[in-house]
């Protein structure tokens, strides 16, 4: 670069000629120079200002027009990112405590018509009704050539179906795919799976959602694309449950009842190992619900969750273990059993009018079944603490169970508990609950005495819930209900090698509209635990106006007619659940006591 | 020496621009394929799902307890039940068959005391 000089000599010497100062030219010209040096940083400040906000106005022009074209286009799945699984969009299969598929999804088909499309309305009518036999011809008829655009013909149709409506060849009748709910096992375990229809229709997709039951219950759950294809497993077996469900339709034959239960419940984690209520029904075509009548004549009614009955004598075992608990007596304590107990205008009787003499032991009042020793020991108790009792084992609440009917099966309690109310409810009267809460109580009263709460969903480990009884108290009432199997009323029900131990209820049913109970009607229900020495299992067997007709006399106690089928129950499926009988030393023959 | 930076910058951004274009189709060839497997994985869980249904059908207690029946003569099966269940020392097991001596061998003691 060319500097111009501060002093340069021509105009220095010309000045010092004229006499003037030259250092008044240096001033200048140092004074010309930081002008342009000033210049020249300015203009190149001003450039790199114009750069950076040429940088910034292009930095926000690309991200508008990025944010604009997200907002403006369809979105679509990021392809290029490869996840290891793409999102299941189907309802998740529930199964089995072993993983056995219980109700599971199948793509089918359904069919609809456009009518402006059809080439041939008539023969496409003709054809249809040749395929499905609920379909007239005449409405198709009519509907094809109408004024209609659009009509669902059918909402699920087989393979072969579909086959022969292609081979109909007209361009009006189309197929959207279809997610159905199959229930492979059929009507088994129907009242707990409940069932599922379609929701929201479109002609790409349905919506299946839960009508009943599990279904309904974990309907948003078991539809979480979340829970990327996980099953929901059940407390219930499989195997166990088709068993329970077949010797108990024999028994309901055999029985001439109009309907039977059954409640098999694990004594320790309250899982429902199986849940059986006939008449039962198929929920791959679910039967519409009854809207006259009672409700409890269809199929769709779940007698063990929803059927709140007095379910009898079964009750005297709390009485008995309340009093113990209470130190009010023990197993020994003779109880006075003089009849007839009279309380205001009612009357306390045995049944049949029996006499079991002026005492009984605690035991004894159980094992003969006395209605009068157990009002008595009632009427030591009082309402209150038999109240807060009863509540402790869940009688005063719908059960817990996962499924939407279990908040309708909600106990009746007397409106005004009384002591007459107290004497009844000792010995199963004026108190209505389901047989599930009878297996919860029994549970809770026999697992050592530690509420247990019914559950659908398998558990891992044993429910440690509040205590309910001592420990000692809980053995006691074992032993008594074993004394009931091996010399009470239950004799039916001994299982050999499994040491059931049980206890009878026989309750008249009462008449619809009030006015006192049936003569010939019972409801007929065994409550047993297995192993009695160490209780696993909980089964109720609850049968519905059971007559037992081998004898010339009807017999319709529970001792002849639900014991035998639970005790059939019991065989049949202890040795499924794993359980081994404990096999009494052969008694040798043959071998006589000699001495010589 | 600035022209041959000059030119090989050039013949950098010439090969880059290259190397862009193939990797470009590469892509898209590779998601085209991503997208056929991810119809195929669909197409094999729906097949999946058809066959599991189709088992458990198949495997339904009814079915086999039917077929159970059905097949008695040959199979001879039973439910499960209690007496199904034994201690060891009530197996009878089967013995040996060990068939009769046929070549037998006279020994003689005699003199035994006596070398």
Redesign the interface.
């Known amino acids: 670069m060319i500097r111009t000089p501060l002093r340069p000599l021509a105009r220095i010497l010309r000045a010092r000629e004229t006499g003037e100062n030259p250092d008044v030219i240096e001033r200048e010209n140092k004074r010309l120079r930081h002008e342009a040096m000033r210049d020249r940083e300015r203009m190149r400040a001003e450039g790199r200002l114009l750069v950076l906000g040429s940088m910034f106005v292009g930095a926000f022009f690309v991200v508008g027009m990025r944010m604009g074209a997200l907002a403006a286009t369809d979105p679509s799945e990021p392809?290029?990112t490869?996840a290891g699984s793409?999102i299941?969009a189907?309802r998740a299969d529930i199964v089995d405590r072993n993983g056995?598929?219980l109700a599971?999804?199948?793509?089918t088909h359904s069919l609809y018509a456009q009518p402006p499309q059809m080439v041939d309305p008539v023969a496409a009518a003709k054809g249809l009704a040749a395929i499905f036999d609920d379909l007239e011809e005449e409405e198709l008829v009519e509907d094809f050539t109408g004024k209609r655009k659009f009509l669902w013909i059918k909402r699920k149709i087989s393979p072969e179906q579909m086959q022969a409506v292609h081979e109909i060849g007209d361009p009006g009748l189309l197929f959207g795919p279809r997610e159905m709910r199959?229930y492979?096992?059929?009507p088994?375990a129907a009242h707990v799976l409940g069932g599922a229809s379609f929701g929201r229709e479109g002609v790409a997709s349905a919506e299946v959602i839960g009508v009943a039951g599990v279904e309904k219950h974990f309907d948003a759950d078991l539809r979480d694309p979340a829970r990327d294809d996980a099953p929901l497993q059940l407390s219930l077996d499989?195997?166990v449950q088709?068993?329970v469900e077949?010797v108990l339709h024999g028994g309901m034959t055999i029985m001439n009842a109009k309907g039977a239960a059954a409640v098999l419940m694990d004594a320790s984690t309250g899982e429902i190992i199986a849940l059986a209520s006939l008449p039962d029904f198929d929920p791959n075509s679910r039967p519409r619900v009854l809207t006259e009548g009672d409700a409890s004549d269809s199929p769709l009614f779940n007698r063990a969750v929803q059927g709140v009955y007095e379910l009898g004598s079964v009750f005297k075992i709390f009485t008995a273990a309340q009093t113990m608990e209470l130190g009010l007596g023990h197993a020994e304590t003779l109880i006075d059993t003089k009849g007839p107990l009279t309380w205001g205008r009612h009357r306390i009787r045995e049944f049949r009018n029996k006499n079991y003499g002026p005492f009984l032991s605690v035991t004894d009042v159980i094992v003969n079944s006395s209605n009068i020793g157990t009002a008595r020991m009632a009427m030591e108790i009082g309402a209150a603490r038999q109240q807060v009792f009863l509540k402790s084992l869940g009688f005063f609440e719908a059960t817990p169970l996962e499924m939407v009917e279990a908040a309708s099966g909600r106990p009746l309690l007397p409106r005004n508990w009384s002591e007459i109310s107290t004497m009844t409810v000792s010995y199963g009267h004026g108190i209505s609950t389901s047989p599930v809460h009878l297996a919860a109580g029994y549970a809770s009263l026999l697992n050592g005495g530690t509420r247990v709460r019914p559950t659908l969903i398998k558990r891992d480990a044993p429910q440690v819930g509040e205590r309910v009884v001592r420990p000692e108290v809980s053995a006691a009432a074992r032993d008594m209900l074993r004394a009931v199997v091996q010399e009470g009323t239950a004799s039916f029900g001994d299982?050999?090698?499994?040491r059931v131990g049980g206890k009878t209820g026989t309750a008249d049913k009462p008449r619809p509209r009030g006015g006192g109970y049936y003569d010939d009607k019972v409801i007929a229900t065994f409550a047993s635990v297995f192993p009695a020495d160490n209780p696993k299992y909980v089964l109720v067997v609850t049968l519905d106006e059971p007559v037992e007709t081998s004898d010339d006399e009807p017999r319709r106690t529970a001792g002849w007619t639900a014991v035998p089928v639970a005790a059939e129950i019991i065989?049949?499926t202890?040795?499924?659940m794993g359980l081994?009988?404990e096999?009494e030393p052969a008694t040798l023959e043959g071998v006589t006591l000699t001495s010589n | 020496m600035r022209s041959f930076l000059f030119v090989l910058s050039a013949l950098a951004i010439v090969g880059l621009a290259f190397w862009a274009y193939r990797e470009n189709y590469a892509?898209q060839q590779s998601?085209r394929e991503?997208?056929d497997l991810?119809d195929r994985?669909?197409a094999a869980?729906?097949r999946l799902?058809?066959l599991?249904?189709e088992?458990?059908?198949l495997?339904?207690?009814?079915r086999l307890?039917d077929l159970v029946e059905l097949n008695y003569e040959r199979l001879e099966l039973l439910?499960?039940?209690?007496e199904?269940?034994?201690?060891l020392e009530q197996v009878a097991y089967p013995q040996p068959d060990l068939g009769p001596i046929l070549e037998t061998i006279e020994t003689s003691s005699d003199g035994e005391d006596r070398p």
């Open positions: 392809r290029a490869a793409a299941m189907q056995r598929v599971t999804n199948l793509e199959l492979p096992n059929g088994i499989l195997t088709a068993t077949r299982v050999e090698g499994y065989r049949r202890a040795p499924l081994r009988p096999i | 892509t998601l991503v997208r991810h994985i669909g869980h729906a799902t058809v599991n249904a088992w458990a059908y495997n339904r207690p009814d307890r439910p499960l039940t209690p199904a269940f034994a201690r």
